[in-house]
């Protein structure tokens, strides 16, 4: 990623600016993106202190815009990893987006923090740790299209794994998968960032695959507490969607 010395206000290209955002896990960033006729590079990226999203996401989008000479207006879309993830970290990231993106209008493209996850390792299926003794999981093929679940060990015992390899940036998801399942095969990678995520949805934005920002949510793919302590209270094990 570079740092650009020119104003990209001055360089012809502003309509094609873009903006990532990602607060969904324990750090965060911002990336600036520049989209043209060559294609599509990264130019910029902040990353964010874990858990501080509320107090310096905002003022980080602002010194990213102001280092590239950029004024918001000008952007021409904003990419949103949209969990799942900190619940607080998604909505704190969703807010901020649904702020920019109306005040401009700026579009907006979502994107599954699992998904960016997987194309980063080159595979189809990723895994994050979601506490609680649960995983945050993908499934795809080329075959079949992705879904996306909660799943502890009970569903993981049941899922169809064979020959599946799985993109796991982190120690608590890459333990419970081969607890679960021996000998499963799991590609470590860096967690995602923002500028990721642009490099996946740039072609999405250049199509216009937009999201209506009424209907722009928090990916979370968490039962809630009410299910949990339900189930608890009962004996009964909450399945997840999907399996």
């Not at 990209?8 to 290209?13: A, C, N, T, V, Y």
């Not at 949209?82 to 607080?88: E, M």
């Not at 860096?190 to 928090?218: E, I, K, M, S, T």
Request: hydrophobic content about 45%.
């Amino acid at each position: 990623m570079r740092s650009t010395q020119k104003s990209l206000e001055d360089s012809g290209h502003i309509e094609r600016l873009l903006l990532g955002v990602d607060t969904c896990g324990d750090r965060g960033s911002v990336a600036l993106g520049l989209l043209n006729e060559q294609g599509f590079e990264v130019v910029e990226q902040i990353e964010l202190e874990g858990r501080s999203y509320s107090a310096t996401l905002v003022a980080a989008v602002s010194d990213l815009l102001k280092r590239s000479g950029v004024e918001l207006k000008r952007l021409n879309a904003i990419v949103a990893v949209n969990g799942p993830g900190s619940f607080t970290g998604v909505r704190v990231g969703l807010s901020a987006v649904k702020g920019l993106a109306e005040s401009a209008p700026i579009p907006v493209v979502a994107v599954s923090r699992l998904e960016v996850l997987a194309w980063k390792a080159g595979v189809d299926s990723a895994a994050l740790d979601a506490h609680r003794h649960e995983i945050y999981l993908r499934l795809g093929g080329k075959d079949l299209a992705a879904r996306e679940l909660l799943a502890g060990s009970e569903e993981l015992s049941v899922l169809d794994l064979a020959g599946v390899q799985i993109a796991v940036c982190d120690d608590a998801a890459a333990g419970l998968l081969v607890g679960a399942r021996p000998g499963i095969e799991l590609l470590r990678t860096v967690a995602p960032a923002a500028a990721d995520a642009l490099q996946l949805c740039w072609a999405r934005v250049a199509q216009g695959d937009f999201v209506d920002l009424a209907l722009l949510d928090g990916h979370y793919l968490r039962r809630s507490d009410a299910e949990i302590f339900a189930a608890e209270s009962f004996g009964v094990r909450v399945k997840a969607e999907g399996v």
